[in-house]
């Protein structure tokens, strides 16, 4: 589902990966994006910051912030990740899309997403590594 507002926009997803593993994702994505984490709730899964968009005042010429906010919930056959992401002040109407931070956030994390099912863990150091490698890189044990 995805909502797009004259202030922000949502996105609803659901991926069959455990709440932890799409949770740390998010996680490193939110980092990644430069996003500021004001509170991280890691027993529900939440978080709450705010991003600098390429956006300016029309005054002043300075950067505007939106407000994030994002929770990972478990479904049957996996998890759900709601992410919203909106102006911290209210606009009655806006002719620009809003969806660019909530679009280019879903692209990063699905990009990462894709990369841990392409992975498997070493048996030996539990690192990450190719499902097709013969040895972990990391500890050179035989995979079998």
């Known amino acids: 589902m995805e909502i797009n507002g004259s202030g922000g926009s949502l ?3 659901k991926y069959r990966l455990p709440v932890t593993v ?15 984490l004001k ?5 529900e899964h939440l978080f709450q910051g705010s991003l600098l968009t390429g956006e300016k005042t029309f005054l002043f010429g300075e950067p505007k912030k939106k407000a994030v906010s994002l929770v990972v919930t478990p479904v049957e056959g996996g998890s759900q990740v709601i992410l919203d992401i909106h102006k911290e002040r209210i606009e009655v109407y806006s002719f620009r899309p809003q ?8 692209k990063h994390l699905e990009g990462k997403i894709e990369a841990y099912t ?9 690192r990450q590594v190719p499902r097709d490698a013969s040895f972990c890189p990391y500890c050179g044990s035989p995979l079998g």
């Open 11 to 13: 996105i609803e997803r």
């Open 99 to 106: 969806n660019k931070e909530t679009e280019a956030f879903m």
């Open 118 to 126: 392409q992975e498997s863990p070493c048996p030996h150091c539990g």
């Open 22 to 36: 799409i949770w740390q994702l998010a996680l490193d994505t939110a980092r990644e994006m430069e996003i500021s």
């Open 39 to 43: 509170e991280v709730d890691e027993k």
